[in-house]
């Protein structure tokens, strides 16, 4: 995929109990952007974000990923394209070891296994964890579960990273720890925070969700700073 492009062209999502958590979501997030997504609980961040990789697919409207129209179809491969780090990384980790955790991607790509060993042993270095890869789990700190999360979607090697809340939960080393390593990675990034501090270190443009419309959508100084804005978007 040359393109590392996310676009919503008014996208709708009606959840089967009937909650409309998306209203009609339109937006462009080009290659190399680093987005914050921004809005109260329930505003519906998680929910678009999941129509990022198929996990959720609109009841109206369009996802398209760099150039790819989200379809059940082409899930599988827009997959491979969207690293998605959920907001729990215990829904991420379920193998014996973190090593095999970080392996699992790559081996489920049919790699060789000397490629895979190349691609958990650079995600585990990445993200500080490699004294640790053969522990499991649940003998890690909350930082460290979540730094595996993030090193198990790292070693596929996705052009767009899409995180949920990431430093929730964190202290504030393995919160540095993260914002410098999220900082080092080239690609396309989209953020779900409630960490308006992170937003405006990594990311230059934040958009405001607002019960499942995007109510604000620019420069995330201006945007932070905007007193309208933010009262309109539930903040203050
Ligand atoms: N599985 C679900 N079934 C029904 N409603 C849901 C489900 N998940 C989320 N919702 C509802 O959708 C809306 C948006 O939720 P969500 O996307 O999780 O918001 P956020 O991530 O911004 O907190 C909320 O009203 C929430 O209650
Ligand atoms: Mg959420």
Redesign the pocket.
Known sequence: MSHHFIKFTDVTYR???G?E?LKGVSLTITHGERVALL?L????????ILHTNGLLLPTSGEVNIGGIPVTKKTAPEVRRAVGMVFQNPDDMLFMPTIYDDVAFGPRNMHLPEDEVRHRVDDALNAVGLHDVADKAAFQLSGGQRRSAAIASVLSMGPDILVLDEPSANLDICARNNLINLLDSFRHTILL?THDLDMARQLCPRSII?HE?RVCADGLTQTLLSDTDIMRDAGFM
Not at 41 to 48: A, I
């Open positions: 959840y089967p109990d909650t958590a809005g609980n329930g505003s519906g961040k998680s929910t678009l779900v969700m499942g």
